[in-house]
Each structure stands twice: as structure tokens, then as C-alpha cells.
């Protein structure tokens, strides 16, 4: 009797880890994938964007939300620089563009708000043309997943443990003692410093939102529009 016992054991629990198995094989192929070429995204057996049909050259980068809810996908447009945003659910329906004519995501400058409920880009205007008359400003954008409006990054918040690089700051940017361009300048990280930590609550100066960081040895306030986060720094 004990030894049909432990082999009945034994079958319930050969049963129970080969569909666990089966539900992360199956979890892992509804991971969007990007062909070989880059010229195209599928999940499954469907195509979800091609590059011909859908006005990029290659599938630059796929990055899912915090809870694996829903995924952006961005799109290289004029020297993978003024590049296209989309917006799926994570099953591959929903298809939403958030990206316009004279609305680029700068390379690869998209975030995801902690709750996965917006996304967070910065806008460009084309590379190769000057902007037409009304162009929407450069700068943060925050898109609401749910609804699609789109506006200023004004919830936009850096987040502890994740790391963060600079951009945009041609002679360096300047960490102060205190948020606003009138504290003391405490030093300045490069231009491309990479690595750069948040430690603490934004605080808004102005128009501006300022965060304290720490990079190496260096701490102080710094204007967190010149600072996005390093790709593959949050899982």
C-alpha cells in the first residue's frame, strides 16, 4: 500500500512540474519576437508590425511594461534617430501608434512608469527638416496607456536601484547643492556619464523637475530631463 502511495505521489507530482513546464514554455513563446532581418515583429504565428507596412526601417527595440501587461516597440525611422513608438497589449491586440509626423521618440529614449500605466518619451521634431509652423516642443511627453492622451512628463520620477545615463548635455551636466540653476554647482558628470543613481524624491524648481543623485563620488541635485534610463536596467 506505501509503495502505491509514494508512486502516486510521485505521478501527481511528475504531472504537476510537466505543466508547469508546459504554462512557461507556453509564457515564453507569447514573448513578441523580432526576426533575424529586424524587419519585422510577430507573437505566435501572427506579424504584428512589418517595416514596409508600417513606415520604419527595422524594429529597433521591444521593451515590455513593469507588469508584463503591454509592450513598446520602437521603430527606426531617419537614421534610427526620429523613430516610431507603438503600443501593444501584451497579447498582441490593441495596436496603438503614439508617435505623429513631427513627433519622434529620440533613439531609444522611452521609459515605463512604475505601474505600467504610462509611458514616458522624448519627443523630437525630424533630424533631417526644419519643423513646421506649430510643431509640438521638444522634450518629456507622458502617454496614458489606457486612454492615449499625451502631454507633458509631468509625473515623470526617476526611481531608486535603477540606473540612469545623461544625454543632451553638450558641456556636461551640472549637479548642484540644491534643486534649481541658482543652488552652488558641486561638479558636473560627462556628457555621457552612465550609471548615474537616483537617492531621493524630485523636487520641482521652476519649470524644471530635479532629483538628487549619486554617480561615484558626486551627489547633488541635477535636472532629471537630461537623464534617461539605461536599457535593460529594470527587469
Not at 2 to 18: D, H, N, P, S
Not at 48 to 62: A, C, E, I
Not at 135 to 155: F, I, T, Y
Request: with cysteine; charged share 25%.
Amino acid at each position: 500500500m506505501i509503495c502505491k502511495i509514494e508512486r502516486c505521489v510521485l505521478m501527481v507530482l511528475a504531472l504537476a512540474f510537466g505543466l508547469t513546464s508546459a504554462a512557461s514554455a507556453q509564457t515564453d513563446s507569447q514573448r513578441a519576437d523580432v526576426s533575424d532581418d529586424k524587419l519585422k515583429l510577430t507573437l505566435g504565428n501572427r506579424v504584428l508590425l512589418q517595416n514596409n507596412r508600417d513606415g520604419f526601417m527595422s524594429v529597433h527595440q521591444v521593451r515590455y511594461s513593469p507588469t508584463d501587461r503591454h509592450f513598446v516597440v520602437i521603430g527606426c525611422g531617419y537614421e534610427c534617430t526620429d523613430n516610431l513608438g507603438f503600443l501593444f497589449n501584451a497579447d498582441g491586440s490593441g495596436k496603438r501608434k503614439f508617435t505623429a509626423r513631427w513627433d519622434f521618440v529620440l533613439q531609444d529614449k522611452v521609459e515605463w512608469s512604475a505601474d505600467g500605466r504610462k509611458i514616458f518619451y522624448y519627443r523630437i521634431n525630424p533630424t533631417g527638416a526644419d519643423p513646421q509652423k506649430g510643431a509640438p516642443p521638444q522634450g518629456w511627453v507622458e502617454v496614458d496607456v489606457r486612454s492615449g492622451r499625451k502631454g507633458l512628463a509631468v509625473s515623470r520620477r526617476l526611481r531608486p536601484g535603477v540606473s540612469y545615463s545623461v544625454f543632451n548635455a553638450a558641456d556636461g551636466l551640472v549637479v548642484r547643492a540644491a534643486p534649481g540653476t541658482a543652488a552652488k554647482e558641486l561638479g558636473r558628470l560627462e556628457q555621457d556619464a552612465k550609471g548615474v543613481q537616483a537617492t531621493g524624491p524630485t523636487r520641482q524648481s521652476g519649470r524644471s523637475i530635479w532629483v538628487p543623485i549619486r554617480h561615484d563620488s558626486l551627489k547633488g541635485w541635477v535636472n532629471q530631463s537630461y537623464l534617461f534610463e539605461e536599457t535593460g536596467s529594470v527587469d
